[in-house]
């Protein structure tokens, strides 16, 4: 019986480690977004599933809801170039 109850302990863990790390965060964000309307708490969802919480709660952390452009340095945005060699 306790060997039974420990398998299945250690095979939920197994399965919620799998859950939030490697689904695509579409589906993490599914999850979150359900089990937060089952009662649990969002934020700590979130943050277990490393997603950001949703902008339904109204908590602004996500920056949708912003009028205003985010501020820059007032320069052109870097770019970034790789340089390869090729070798013949």
Request: glycine share 6%; aromatic share 6%.
């Given at each position: ?28 964000k ?12 969002q ?46």
């Open positions: 019986m306790w060997q039974q109850v420990i398998v299945v302990l250690i095979v939920v863990a197994a399965l919620a480690h799998f859950c939030t790390k490697y689904l695509p965060a579409a589906l993490r599914q999850i979150v977004y359900v089990l937060s309307r089952r009662g649990f708490d934020n700590k969802l979130a943050k277990l599933f490393n997603t950001k919480s949703s902008c339904g709660d109204g908590c602004a952390s996500c920056g949708s809801c912003e009028t205003t452009p985010p501020a820059s340095s007032g320069s052109a945005p870097l770019k970034r170039v790789i340089m390869l060699r090729v070798q013949r």
